[in-house]
């Protein structure tokens, strides 16, 4: 079984914020490849699809972002995940919007979402895949932008990352992380 999980804030106040991309791209794999209902546990929401004939289970932690990594390392344990079949999605706001960029390893790069998972799992080498909000405008505060929506003028190239990161994800699940990472690291 592969693991994706998808960062975020949980509730109405921070739906269709920049910092809930990674549930947006967790929403879209399920519009393609609808499952199982949605359970509550490991403090966050799961479901079961198959893609590609491979069995996933999608998790949206409920936990907030900068405590993402306590859900993700209690589905990880309760199915014995091994590292190289978790995948985390989540914003970047260094990257230009609509960039995608994956790694198979590597630091968080001040993503503090991503820097609790890599923490509690106590490894590194924790496939990603981060989709760029950015940048940041001047003198805006870094947090008031991530947690800030899209504007209007803004999605469209944000419908298309979050398909091009469903995509993503889907390569990642059938022919592994070089392969994704062949495909779309770059520019769209």
């Not at 230009?96 to 790069?109: C, D, E, I, N």
């Not at 503090?112 to 895949?129: A, F, P, V, Y």
């Not at 190239?157 to 993503?168: G, I």
């Amino acid at each position: 079984m592969k693991l994706v999980v998808g960062l975020g804030n949980p509730g109405r106040k921070y739906q269709d914020t920049r910092h809930n991309v990674g549930f947006e791209v967790l929403n879209e794999l399920v519009r393609r490849f609808p499952g199982d209902r949605p359970k509550g546990r490991f403090s966050g929401e799961t479901m079961d699809l198959a893609v590609g004939g491979q069995k996933i289970l999608l998790l949206w932690p409920h936990t907030f972002m900068n405590v993402s990594g306590k859900s993700i390392l209690a589905a990880r344990d309760f199915y014995k995940i091994e590292d190289e079949n978790l995948l985390v999605v989540c914003d970047d706001f260094q990257l230009p919007l609509g960039k995608l960029r994956l790694r198979a390893s590597g630091s968080s790069g001040g993503q503090k979402g991503l820097d609790d998972c890599l923490r509690r799992l106590g490894t590194q080498r924790l496939s990603r895949l981060r989709l760029g909000i950015g940048p940041v405008p001047e003198r805006w505060d870094v947090a008031d932008f991530v947690l800030g929506k899209f504007d209007e003028s803004d999605q469209p190239p944000v419908q298309q990352m979050v398909k091009r990161s469903a995509d993503a994800v889907e390569t990642w699940v059938s022919s592994g992380i070089k392969e994704a990472m062949n495909r779309f690291n770059g520019d769209a």
